[in-house]
């Protein structure tokens, strides 16, 4: 019996199509990386557990990384880096005089802090707490008739 196109072109795959998820793919990347329709990839999401489950978990992962990454640029934290520092070392001789000096490149963590993000704090809160956070503006428009322009009558009186 032949395959069918989720057999040859998917289910193979399945493994990478995890990967891409987790990688932030969309699903318009990952049906044009399989080389299938539109279509078919909404059709085999519906009639394939393995598939949208695939995508499903792996998307959310992708996704709770970002809120992490978030939320940590909201907050400020603390990470490690690897700097480079020049280390002397000073060679005696048998008579404790100075033979040799070396000087040489040896790396060493420092802690470092990154301050919060307004922005991050922003974004967080208006989506969190939408109806204290949102953006709003209380803007009253003035609409001036179409005729009005026109005419070239934009007095505030004739509104």
């Known amino acids: 019996m032949a395959k069918g196109k989720y057999e040859t072109h998917v289910l193979p795959y399945l493994e990478q ?26 059709k085999y999401k519906r009639e394939y557990p393995d598939f949208s489950d695939a995508l499903k978990e792996n998307k959310e992962f ?16 603390e990470y490690e880096e690897e700097v480079v520092v020049m280390q002397k070392e000073i060679i005696y001789n048998e008579n404790g005089k100075k033979a040799k000096e070396i000087v040489y490149p040896v790396k060493v963590p420092l802690k470092k802090y990154k301050e919060s993000e307004t922005k991050a704090q922003q974004f967080w809160l208006q989506n969190r707490k939408p109806k204290q956070w949102r953006n709003q503006a209380d803007v009253n428009l003035n609409i001036t ?11 505030e009186s004739n509104n």
């Open 17 to 42: 199509i995890a990967a891409m998820c987790r990688n932030g793919a969309t699903d318009e990347d990952i049906f044009k990386c399989l080389k299938i329709s539109k279509d078919s990839f909404y």
């Open 62 to 77: 992708a996704d709770l990384r970002v809120e992490n990454n978030l939320n940590k640029n909201a907050n400020g934290y």
């Open 145 to 155: 008739k179409l005729e009005d322009i026109l005419n070239g009558d934009n007095s």
